[in-house]
């Protein structure tokens, strides 16, 4: 009876997908794939000469961590790499986005030799990718640097960092390049610089009041010091990339930005406008340079001196430095003007001088997920696309994370984690209103769910989990979640998407 109860509720997702969505809705070059990243999976932390990152000191003081772990072991997917890669192929993936762990390959930066261990594995993992048809998607930096970065000298607030960060690309282009079409510089730097260095929560712990409680740090200024210093070294990176490796690798460089979409509270003209003061503190802060040579006139005019200045050799070095967008969307918000109308002070409006918020008129934007202020809303994913087709022309877009959080607690069950049918929904939902937005002309050229299996996710730790594959954190045992077997058949564009209750999860990982 349960099961013929699951298979009624799943029954609604499986017809609407037969009707509605299709493979054929995306063009036949189209990547999909899953994503990860290297703290969060591989493990093996200390293992053949890889040296310490700053994830590894800071998951490892108590407190930081919300159920008290770290990502020692992980996924131990440095350890099983092939039957993770055998786990992609049998779902049908086009590509797998992971990032380089550049502690692995250089312990000390480039104060230090070349890990030759570290080198090994990617390689392996790459050609391994690639012997199944799976290409690789790779993100040079993914939070993670190492540690002797962050003590010798501040890491991304001194600009020494930058000839740390082009020696470590160099590297990874001679070594990686001929094989790797697809370069992530950066996996969201406007919201890394903000968690490090505006509330504190991420390493190196640095904030000031009202942001957060920390030891040192001013919110007010290091978050922009920060991102100035990875814009910086993200055109370096791709003027190196054109000068000395396109024209024999022929890869493409780009970077992924956590992209937020508002809505307006209410429908005047000072909420709409500040829906677009709202927008240009996210991805333009990172975009207008690299297309433009400079910030966006809002941003200057709202911070003044406390946004960094870019030379005129610096703007000409900008300009047009990017060759692909990568969007990574999970959340959107309602905005009210914070300049021409009272706000709420309890919750402290963004520098942007707007204040966001999930309802409006008591009813919230979306149904809600088990995440705080995280709510269903697909229509903002071919919303946000236009944006970016509009602000920033013809440039290519690849949706390099979009998922969906389950949280785990000590009384939820394997069965619970598995049988996703949420995840399946939402990845259906927002892959329709995609679609919407090719249609009207986006050049959106793939789509990666975060994330292929369950993982560390940050200071959450192992609570939250937004995998298509189940992880036991105990026996390491991987299991495909619902999610999995749907988004394989879709991927395998079958014409009826099925599941008879034979398909569906016989055992639970013990």
């Known amino acids: 009876m349960a099961r013929l109860f699951f298979l009624l509720l799943l029954f609604p997702l499986l017809y609407s997908s037969v009707t509605g969505l299709n493979r054929s809705d995306f063009p036949p070059s189209f990547l999909f794939g899953a994503s990860t990243s290297s703290y969060q999976v591989e493990g093996a932390y200390l293992d053949d000469s890889k040296g310490l990152s700053n994830w590894d000191v800071f998951s490892h003081v108590p407190g930081n961590i919300d159920d008290g772990s770290n990502g020692d072991v992980a996924a131990d997917h440095y350890h099983r790499y092939k039957d993770d890669i055998e786990m992609m192929h049998s779902i049908g993936l086009s590509s797998y986005r992971f990032s380089l762990s550049w502690s692995r390959i250089?312990?000390?930066?480039?104060?230090?030799?070349?890990?030759?261990?570290?080198?090994?594995?990617?390689?392996?993992?790459?050609?391994?990718?690639?012997?199944?048809?799976?290409?690789?998607?790779?993100?040079?930096?993914?939070?993670?640097?190492?540690?002797?970065?962050?003590?010798?000298?501040?890491?991304?607030?001194?600009?020494?960092?930058?000839?740390?960060?082009?020696?470590?690309?160099?590297?990874?282009?001679?070594?990686?390049?001929?094989?790797?079409?697809?370069?992530?510089?950066?996996?969201?730097?406007?919201?890394?610089?903000?968690?490090?260095?505006?509330?504190?929560?991420?390493?190196?712990?640095?904030?000031?009041?009202?942001?957060?409680?920390?030891?040192?740090?001013?919110?007010?200024?290091e978050p922009y010091i920060a991102a100035h210093n990875m814009i910086l070294a993200h055109a370096k990176t791709v003027n190196i990339y054109r000068k000395n490796y396109k024209s024999k690798q022929g890869g493409f460089v780009g970077i992924s930005l956590h992209l937020r979409w508002y809505e307006p509270l209410r429908n005047i003209t000072e909420d709409h406008l500040a829906v677009s003061r709202a927008l240009s503190f996210d991805a333009p802060w990172i975009l207008d340079p690299l297309f433009f040579g400079d910030y966006p006139h809002q941003m200057r005019q709202i911070l003044g001196p406390n946004l960094p200045k870019f030379t005129e050799g610096e703007k000409k070095l900008l300009k047009n430095q990017?060759?692909?967008?990568?969007?990574?969307?999970?959340?959107?918000?309602?905005?009210?003007?914070?300049?021409?109308?009272?706000?709420?002070?309890?919750?402290?409006?963004?520098?942007?001088?707007?204040?966001?918020?999930?309802?409006?008129?008591?009813?919230?934007?979306?149904?809600?997920?088990?995440?705080?202020?995280?709510?269903?809303?697909?229509?903002?994913?071919?919303?946000?696309?236009?944006?970016?087709?509009?602000?920033?022309?013809?440039?290519?877009?690849?949706?390099?994370?979009?998922?969906?959080?389950?949280?785990?607690?000590?009384?939820?069950?394997?069965?619970?984690?598995?049988?996703?049918?949420?995840?399946?929904?939402?990845?259906?939902?927002?892959?329709?209103?995609?679609?919407?937005?090719?249609?009207?002309?986006?050049?959106?050229?793939?789509?990666?769910?975060?994330?292929?299996?369950?993982?560390?996710?940050?200071?959450?730790?192992?609570?939250?989990?937004?995998?298509?594959?189940?992880?036991?954190?105990?026996?390491?045992?991987?299991?495909?979640?619902?999610?999995?077997?749907?988004?394989?058949?879709?991927?395998?564009?079958?014409?009826?998407?099925?599941?008879?209750?034979?398909?569906?999860p016989k055992h639970m990982v013990s």
């Open 106 to 221: 250089l312990p000390k930066g480039r104060f230090g030799g070349v890990n030759q261990a570290g080198v090994k594995f990617y390689n392996s993992l790459i050609n391994g990718l690639l012997e199944k048809g799976i290409q690789p998607f790779v993100t040079i930096n993914h939070y993670d640097i190492p540690e002797e970065l962050q003590e010798r000298y501040n890491s991304w607030l001194n600009p020494e960092i930058q000839e740390d960060f082009t020696y470590f690309v160099e590297l990874c282009f001679k070594m990686f390049g001929d094989r790797v079409k697809h370069w992530v510089t950066f996996n969201e730097p406007n919201l890394i610089v903000k968690l490090a260095y505006s509330i504190g929560a991420f390493p190196p712990n640095r904030c000031s009041e009202p942001y957060g409680k920390c030891d040192s740090g001013n919110s007010s200024t």
């Open 322 to 504: 990017i060759d692909f967008i990568g969007v990574n969307h999970y959340q959107t918000f309602y905005v009210k003007d914070c300049i021409y109308s009272l706000c709420d002070m309890d919750a402290y409006p963004s520098e942007a001088l707007v204040s966001i918020s999930t309802e409006r008129n008591g009813i919230p934007i979306g149904k809600p997920t088990p995440v705080a202020n995280t709510y269903v809303v697909p229509s903002s994913m071919e919303k946000l696309v236009m944006y970016l087709k509009q602000r920033y022309k013809s440039i290519p877009l690849y949706i390099t994370e979009n998922g969906y959080a389950q949280i785990a607690n000590i009384s939820t069950t394997a069965e619970e984690i598995i049988n996703d049918i949420e995840r399946s929904t939402y990845i259906r939902d927002y892959l329709t209103y995609l679609s919407f937005a090719i249609r009207k002309g986006a050049d959106v050229r793939g789509y990666f769910v975060w994330s292929l299996m369950d993982n560390f996710e940050w200071i959450s730790g192992y609570t939250v989990k937004y995998g298509l594959c189940h992880v036991n954190f105990k026996s390491l045992k991987r299991t495909p979640k619902l999610s999995a077997k749907w988004y394989s058949k879709f991927i395998k564009g079958y014409e009826q998407i099925e599941m008879a209750s034979e398909e569906l």
